[in-house]
Structure formats: structure tokens, C-alpha cells
């Protein structure tokens, strides 16, 4: 089979449709694998759950799910993020706020854990160092993890042989073969990303092949700047996605 993963679509509706879009020409997928934080930032959160709604699909909690339902304390978020959790959750009908309420912690795929932020810390941590992964990587029993949160596409690997940890970044268009050693793997931002390409970033895993593919994915950012202007959302949140920061 295979797999679309996905995280922080972020209420991005045009880069949330230019994956989709780009999954499709790739020769589709059977399923899709969300990572959580569905919401927040972006202008169009209802239409963001409803669009992945459509499809077979698992999803677990994200941060800004939660805080968009008040079931964080906003003040653990910055000011403008939390300012957009507030409008966020205005948006929301009753539909769309049980789905996100059914959304779990975590969830065991097969071969794959799925947490938002860290295995250990599913809604808040990031895990952008090997000191954080070599913890991490004993919290899930599964061979591979799939992590969002930070927005930025990267992995670590835990060699089998001397439990040593290192990260690696994910090249584009270059197949991650899913083989020995165990894994933590981030797909990147659909809706926001943080690594200096302000392209939507995703991947695709091809269970047969036993494969990983990363791509990144241009879209309409001036779209989505242009609604989140007229409803009135800090305008650093605007402007950062032309950048990918």
C-alpha cells in the first residue's frame, strides 16, 4: 500500500490542495496519515478538516487542535499564535469540533507510531535534537515513529548495532529506505514550513518497496495571505510563510 504523510496543514486550504493535487499525479495513495495540528495559523480551518474528512485516513492531535478547542491553556502558546487559536475556534462547528475532540495521542500503524510532537510528549515537545530522539526512541515500541510539530523534514536514525543516535536531513525526490535501524521521521509542514522553503513539504511511504519519498510542493501562498489578511490575523503569521520560517 500506500501512504500519504502529512502534519501541520494549519489551516493552509491552497497548500492542503496542491498536495493533494501532487499525491494524485504521483499515482495517488490509499491512505493518508495526518500528524496533527489540522488547524491553527491559516484562514480556512473548517474547510481544512472537511477536505481531509473525504479521504481513508488516521490523524492524532496536534497542539493547536487542542488549543483551538481550549483544552490547553493559550497563555503556553506565543501571543500571535494564540490570538489565531482564539479565531480559530470562532470558525469551528459543532462537526468540527468532535472530530477534533476523537482525535487520539498517538496511534500504531503497523510498523509506524504517529505522535504530533514526540513520542514522550505527544502535543508539546519538539524534537529537533539526537539528545531528545535517544529518549524518544524508548517510549514507542514500534520500529519507526512519525513525528510533526516542528515543521522541519528531518530524521534520526538509531543504529541497531550500538544504539548511537544521529539526525539527517530529507533530501527531496530521494528514497529513505525503511531497513535495519530504527527511525523518527518528519515529513515537514504542509501549511507552514520552517526550514527556509516556504514549499509545502510531505511524504509518501510505499509499504511494498519499503521506501520513504519527501517532496515539496509550490503553491498560491499569496491566497492564503491574502485571506488571512481580511479575517484579520497577525500579520507575522502572514508574512512568514513567504519565507518558510
Not at 92 to 99: K, N
Request: one cysteine or more; a negative charge.
Amino acid at each position: 500500500m500506500r501512504y500519504a504523510i502529512i502534519s501541520d496543514i494549519h489551516s493552509n486550504l491552497a497548500a492542503f490542495q496542491a498536495v493533494l493535487h501532487d499525491i494524485d499525479e504521483r499515482g495517488g495513495v490509499e491512505r493518508i496519515w495526518c500528524l496533527g495540528d489540522i488547524v491553527g495559523y491559516g484562514p480556512d480551518p473548517k474547510e481544512c478538516i472537511e477536505l481531509l474528512r473525504q479521504y481513508e485516513h488516521a490523524c492524532i492531535a496536534g497542539n493547536h487542535d487542542w488549543g483551538s478547542l481550549g483544552k490547553i491553556d493559550l497563555n503556553d502558546f506565543n501571543p500571535e499564535a494564540a490570538a489565531a487559536c482564539r479565531w480559530t475556534g470562532q470558525q469551528l462547528g459543532s462537526e468540527e469540533v468532535d472530530y477534533l475532540n476523537s482525535l487520539p495521542l498517538t496511534l500504531n500503524e503497523g510498523d509506524f507510531t504517529l505522535a504530533h510532537g514526540s513520542p514522550r510528549e505527544p502535543i508539546w515537545e519538539y524534537l529537533l535534537s539526537t539528545y531528545g530522539a535517544q529518549i524518544s526512541f524508548n517510549y514507542f515500541q514500534a520500529k519507526f515513529c512519525l513525528i510533526g510539530h516542528s515543521h522541519v523534514p528531518l530524521f534520526f536514525e538509531q543504529l541497531a548495532a550500538s544504539g548511537d543516535c544521529f539526525l539527517h536531513e530529507i533530501p527531496p525526490d530521494t528514497p529513505l529506505r525503511l531497513e535495519e535501524n530504527r527511525l523518527i521521521i518528519n515529513p515537514g509542514s504542509v501549511g507552514q514550513p520552517r526550514d527556509g522553503d516556504p514549499r509545502a513539504s510531505y511524504a509518501i511511504y510505499d509499504s511494498a518497496h519499503g521506501v520513504i519519498w519527501h517532496y515539496r510542493v509550490p503553491y498560491e501562498i499569496n491566497i492564503t495571505q491574502q485571506k488571512m489578511a481580511e479575517h484579520g490575523l497577525p500579520s507575522r503569521l502572514i508574512t512568514r510563510l513567504s519565507y518558510g520560517w
